[in-house]
């Protein structure tokens, strides 16, 4: 609940287990800070951490008196939202200037507001009148709280914004912390990397004009580094943004540290003219006293609950969001699609059980490589001489939802739009644009370009039956300006006396806006089209585009070892109802290591299971079995897409890497179970350690069974009775939890690429 302390001037936002309470602290004359004679109030953070028994136990606002006579107060004290001007020289929210060269500005409070589990605190520079609302939302069950800042320029003067963040957080002062983030690179992303927090300013952040592949803006603190999977205190955040972002954490010298999160500031440039309103992303943050498994399964809830669209997919279990079983042809056929090829694909997909069927690139425009046809967004008669219509028909005839792919913000410069348009893309007067991968961006900061975009997608989606879309974006953004001044045809630059955009640096944030203002425009009129952001693999993939992309594809890398430890980093923020994750080749075409087909499918079942192997080779032998695994995963689909993770390790083993380990999803009433097991290499000469367990009712007693998928001893094998060793509880038995949980499970597995599917029910 929001709770307010007139008498003390203090806001607590208390979850079950955690709270933020923020008090005004006065600043007087003396310090020169506000006009004279008068009274001004500046907000601070005075605890973030867990929820104490009364309101009388947190402290109040006070300004840190400095450390010396000539400190000034307000630059060493928490304040929740710090505007870059007088005495302040750490990491600030918001700094500016007006026409008139003020290049500071000072945020005092005026007034509040509260709704329902909604904050709203009003701040404003009375020099500049410059406002600023900064709102919080409190989530109580999940002890999740979201921030973000909505400023108005009241004042005579237009403003130019050189940074506008979301908010800042104060975890607890003289502290040592271990910070957590995710990192890596294409075919490598979301790798889990930790490093002590040492002082001065640490900065994760994104460049690209998309979320990007190197880093992820989420990141997570424990004290001393000392917090586990299940114990310990956890500081944590993800930022909704898919442009450029920014997450800085500062540690000064007087033990305190600041996480300030927003869109990016370098090369940042926006301006509020007067009477304009411009708003901040959310800033969604929580405290957490039961370690990193806590904080995932706070955020995973939260996404089930408040990311769902269950317009386009319906429910399973509880209410539960869920992901139909998918197809992509992309393998199979790479640019060579054709209404034959991809009608026999369909129908061996049908005989899978696979319920989404998705044709990926080579359809449009004269796509036969990846030089040219992006922007041409027209059926290729010459493969698809009827049209999608007819492929599309035969689709729905075998019982499958269709979907397909598209690109929409590139451009080849092989291709009709940009020949008609070579001022579209993004371009600086007299500079060639750089091409990757053979395209350029489309520059949606231009106001036609993005009505273009739109009406192009809206079309596609209004003449054919399309399900699902996966939306495509393979380069970054390089010259982030406009050439629309250029005289058309010219495709080598502007000439010396070409005028520059007045876009400029705002094109960073136009783009994303844009993009987000098309996918909300088209969920609102097809809003029974599903979407997946794929981005060059998971280089999109932020809290942002989830409210309007219902998964997303986390890695171009498919081989299912990479992805165990790919998926483990995804996990931490993001839920396995939003990873899209495929079962390929068995010699995956990055790694080239040969991988068994169960292995292979039980990596891709903890996410929302795909196929996109060429399944015309399989013989049917493994049909039969792909098949199977297929079902079993319909069976499974509520646990592993509503239910709550565990991250499983061996004892003396750690996860994502080569050992046994394990995800484990349960039930909301814990009454039944899932446990996806995984021994890549068996290098424990017979002896595997039992996968402790974690989340089940110590108090109910379970069945637990193997499927027979996997691998693990055949009967008669002098080590088929381990698992019921006293090295843990077996499969095969009837335990209680507090017996599986406090002794372990001994899986069984044996040998190279070992895997198994063990389920809990309880009796």
């Known amino acids: 609940m929001v709770r307010y302390d007139s008498e003390r001037r203090l806001w607590a936002l208390e979850g079950k287990k955690c709270a933020l309470v923020l008090g005004l602290a006065d600043l007087s004359e003396p310090g020169g800070e506000s006009p004279a004679g008068s009274r001004e109030s500046l907000l601070l953070t005075v605890w973030y951490g867990s929820r104490l028994p009364s309101l009388q136990d947190y402290p109040v606002a006070a300004l840190d008196p400095g450390w010396a006579s000539f400190s000034s107060p307000e630059g060493l004290s928490p304040e929740t939202y710090p505007a870059w001007g007088g005495a302040r020289y750490g990491e600030c929210a918001l700094k500016g200037e007006t026409a008139g060269g003020i290049r500071d500005l000072r945020l005092y409070y005026r007034d509040f507001r509260v709704r329902g589990e909604v904050l709203e605190i009003d701040l404003e520079d009375p020099l500049t009148g410059l406002a600023v609302t900064a709102e919080f939302e409190l989530f109580v069950e999940l002890d999740l709280i979201r921030t973000r800042s909505r400023l108005t320029n009241r004042g005579p003067q237009a403003i130019r914004l050189e940074r506008f963040f979301s908010g800042l957080l104060y975890p607890r002062r003289d502290e040592a912390y271990r910070l957590t983030s995710l990192q890596g690179h294409w075919a490598g992303e979301t790798r889990v990397r930790r490093q002590e927090l040492g002082c001065g300013l640490t900065v994760l952040e994104s460049r690209r004009g998309f979320t990007s592949q190197h880093a992820n803006p989420f990141f997570a603190l424990d004290p001393r580094g000392e917090s586990r999977e299940e114990s310990g205190e956890v500081w944590f955040g993800a930022l909704a943004w898919s442009g450029n972002w920014k997450v800085s954490l500062e540690r000064d010298a007087f033990g305190m540290v600041r996480v300030a999160a927003g869109m990016n500031d370098f090369d940042f440039g926006e301006t509020a003219v007067p009477g304009e309103c411009l708003e901040s992303p959310w800033f969604l943050f929580g405290y957490t006293d039961g370690g990193f498994g806590a904080m995932s399964r706070a955020l995973h809830a939260w996404q089930r609950e408040f990311l769902p669209r269950k317009k386009v997919y319906g429910t399973t279990g509880a209410g539960a969001p869920w992901r139909p079983v998918l197809y992509n042809s992309w393998e199979a056929t790479a640019f060579g699609v054709n209404e034959a090829d991809q009608m026999r694909l369909a129908e061996q997909a049908a005989r899978l059980g696979v319920e989404l069927f998705v044709m990926d690139d080579g359809w449009f425009g004269a796509r036969n490589s990846d030089r040219a046809g992006l922007g041409d967004w027209q059926v290729n008669s010459g493969k698809f001489p009827r049209g999608l219509g007819p492929l599309i028909a035969r689709v729905r005839e075998l019982g499958m939802r269709f979907g397909l792919w598209v690109e929409p913000e590139m451009v080849n410069p092989d291709s009709e739009l940009y020949r008609a348009h070579p001022d579209w893309v993004y371009r600086f007067p007299g500079r060639k644009p750089t091409e990757m991968r053979n395209q350029l961006v489309l520059n949606l900061a231009m106001s036609e370009v993005e009505a273009w975009l739109l009406e192009t997608m809206d079309r596609l989606l209004t003449e054919n039956d399309i399900s699902f879309v996966k939306w495509d974006l393979n380069r970054s953004i390089a010259e982030p300006g406009t050439a629309a001044d250029f005289s058309a045809g010219s495709d080598r630059g502007a000439s010396a006396d070409s005028v520059p955009s007045a876009l400029g640096r ?3 944030t136009a783009h994303t806006r844009a993009l987000w203002r098309i996918a909300d425009t088209l969920r609102e009129r097809h809003p029974g089209v599903a979407f997946q952001s794929c981005s060059g693999g998971g280089g999109r993939v932020d809290m942002g585009i989830l409210e309007r992309f219902d998964q997303v594809w986390p890695s171009d890398n498919r081989d299912a070892l990479d992805r165990l430890g790919i998926q483990e980093g995804f996990s931490l923020a993001y839920g396995a109802h939003l990873m899209e994750a495929w079962v390929t080749g068995e010699k995956n075409w990055l790694t080239r290591r040969s991988i068994p087909l169960a292995f292979r499918f039980h990596a891709a079942m903890a996410g929302v299971l795909g196929i996109g192997e060429d399944i015309g080779k399989w013989d049917e032998g493994e049909f039969a079995e792909a098949a199977a695994l297929t079902a079993r995963y319909k069976e499974l689909r509520p646990l592993i897409q509503g239910g709550d993770l565990y991250r499983l390790s061996s004892r003396g083993d750690t996860p994502g890497g080569e050992g ?15 446990l996806f097991a995984y021994l890549p290499r068996d290098r424990q000469a017979h002896h595997v350690s039992a996968l402790a367990l974690a989340g089940l009712d110590p108090s109910l007693t379970y069945r637990v069974t193997r499927d027979p998928q ?35 499970l001994a899986t069984g597995l044996r040998g190279d690429w070992s895997s198994a599917v063990i389920e809990f029910t309880a009796l």
């Open 660 to 674: 046994l380990s394990g995800r484990l999803y349960v039930s909301e009433d814990k009454r039944r179970a899932v």
């Open 506 to 508: 705002s094109v960073w």
């Open 710 to 744: 996997g691998s693990f001893p055949a009967p008669g094998n002098p080590w088929a009775d381990f698992a019921g060793s006293a090295a843990g509880c077996g499969a095969g038995g009837e335990w209680s939890g507090a017996a599986l949980m406090a002794r372990g």
